[in-house]
């Protein structure tokens, strides 16, 4: 079956220094991969998407990520973390039209 | 303003009581999806629409009803709400129906089934 794993509950970093949200995923064949946001009281955002290519992938609000087949990963990345980052982080694998979300990582950036 | 609207926002209701949450988008996108956001458990799909007149189950169905009989719509039906239907509810789009593109959420609907 097709599974997400975030292994952190919650991520705390100091502003200004580098983050990861780390993901992991099963699925058969070559995988689509998504990361979104969501922010207090609100819906998700769309941060960034794997679908080919280069692994190494940029998105929104600074946010990039790194594919890598080998270690079946897809984590979250920011050089330089802000406060207003502070949210809740999903990591999603699309297969078949459905869209399987992991747990959800709480990242709190703190000044 | 392109947008995922869903209504009502905030719903408390009795076990038994049939309810409706409506989810409208604006952005003639094909694809919509419902989902159910439980602490720990991330975000589950309870049902989607490739189009209208097509709709499929996602990964935990079991007592909610959907139909799609225009585009823009797509209501989520509760026929007999039980209090572990409990949850925050997301309806979501997509441009493209088949094809890994991102979707689009409304703001929610927090749901309390006592």
């Known amino acids: 079956a097709q599974s997400v794993a975030q292994p952190e509950d919650q991520v705390n970093v100091a502003e200004g220094n580098p983050l990861t949200v780390k993901c992991t995923y099963s699925v058969s064949g070559n995988p689509y991969l998504f990361w979104y946001v969501q922010y207090p009281n609100r819906g998700l955002q769309f941060l960034l998407k794997?679908?080919?290519?280069?692994?190494l992938v940029k998105g929104s609000y600074g946010f990039e990520a790194e594919f890598n087949k080998s270690q079946t990963s897809f984590h979250l990345k920011k050089p330089s973390a802000l406060v207003s980052d502070s949210a809740l982080y999903f990591c999603?694998?699309?297969?078949?039209?459905?869209?399987?979300f992991g747990a959800g990582t709480i990242l709190r950036v703190k000044s | 303003e392109a947008q995922v609207t869903q209504n009502p926002r905030y719903l408390i209701t009795v076990t038994g009581k049939k309810l409706t949450v409506t989810c409208s988008q604006n952005m003639n996108h094909e694809y919509m999806s419902w989902y159910r956001q439980d602490p720990g458990l991330g975000l589950r799909q309870i049902y989607y629409s490739m189009n209208v007149e097509v709709t499929d189950k996602g990964d935990v169905p079991e007592g909610y009803k959907v139909s799609r009989k225009e585009k823009r719509n797509f209501p989520l039906i509760l026929e007999s709400p039980s209090p572990n239907q409990t949850s925050l509810y997301f309806c979501a789009s997509s441009p493209i129906a088949g094809a890994p593109h991102e979707q689009f959420f409304g703001p929610g609907t927090r749901l309390t089934v006592l």
């Open positions: 794997y679908i080919t290519g280069d692994n």
């Open positions: 999603a694998v699309e297969y078949g039209n459905k869209l399987v």
